[in-house]
T-cell receptor, first 114, second 113 residues
Framework: GAVVSQHPSWVICKSGTSVKIECRSLDFQATTMFWYRQFPKQSLMLMATSNEGSKATYEQGVEKDKFLINHASLTLSTLTVTSAHPEDSSFYIC??????????FGPGTRLTVT | GQNIDQPTEMTATEGAIVQINCTYQTSGFNGLFWYQQHAGEAPTFLSYNVLDGLEEKGRFSSFLSRSKGYSYLLLKELQMKDSASYLCAVRFYSGAGSYQLTFGKGTKLSVIP
């Protein structure tokens, strides 16, 4: 069964609004979670590494003030897309390592900004 | 930096065998993963190699040569449902006790009757 969940699975929002995406590890604790973004027909691009109890580490080119990450517990990380614009429309996927060898991905959240 | 190359597209026949290659250049190498991703879905884990050699898992096998920076995913007895993108990903040590994955652009495999 699924070991990482995401909510919502899809969301449509108007330009200028904010959207929060939740990522949960279901049967294990994850001190570190990863947020990826995937545009159509492209591979996954790491946006940031979410660290429980501390600030997230953002990849080069990702605006930390626009993509707010909060890892408040060992099983929950949230990504908030602030003041969303149509170019933020994408497939957002979180992941976590349950053990050192297997990284599990959430089912993804498809965001459409109109 | 990290660099991963794999073919963009491949086509193979149902019942056949196909090999998807992946070459990489990375520092702090800590393992190579293969994922399958169907359109519109999140990736699912297929295999993991950290030592040289072949790992077999049912119809799927993955090979790694660290000295050559090379891996391949072998799919046997192809089925139509194997049509998907196959992502090669390298895990590397990013410092402060953390690891990251860098993904290749994926190989879109089309299985034809």
């Amino acid at each position: 069964g699924a070991v990482v969940s995401q909510h919502p699975s899809w969301v449509i929002c108007k330009s200028g609004t904010s959207v929060k995406i939740e990522c949960r590890s279901l049967d294990f604790q994850a001190t570190t979670m990863f947020w990826y973004r995937q545009f159509p027909k492209q591979s996954l691009m790491l946006m940031a590494t979410s660290n429980e109890g501390s600030k997230a580490t953002y990849e080069q080119g990702v605006e930390k003030d626009k993509f707010l990450i909060n890892h408040a517990s060992l099983t929950l990380s949230t990504l908030t897309v602030t003041s969303a614009h149509p170019e933020d429309s994408s497939f957002y996927i979180c992941s976590a390592f349950r053990d050192p060898y297997e990284q599990y991905f959430g089912p993804g959240t498809r965001l459409t900004v109109t | 930096g990290q660099n991963i190359d794999q073919p963009t597209e491949m086509t193979a026949t149902e019942g056949a065998i196909v090999q998807i290659n992946c070459t990489y250049q990375t520092s702090g190498f800590n393992g190579l993963f293969w994922y399958q991703q169907h359109a519109g879905e999140a990736p699912t884990f297929l295999s993991y190699n950290v030592l040289d050699g072949l790992e077999e898992k049912g119809r799927f096998s993955s090979f790694l040569s660290r000295s050559k920076g090379y891996s391949y995913l072998l799919l046997k007895e192809l089925q139509m449902k194997d049509s998907a993108s196959y992502l090669c990903a390298v895990r590397f040590y990013s410092g402060a006790g953390s690891y990251q994955l860098t993904f290749g652009k994926g190989t879109k495999l089309s299985v034809i009757p």
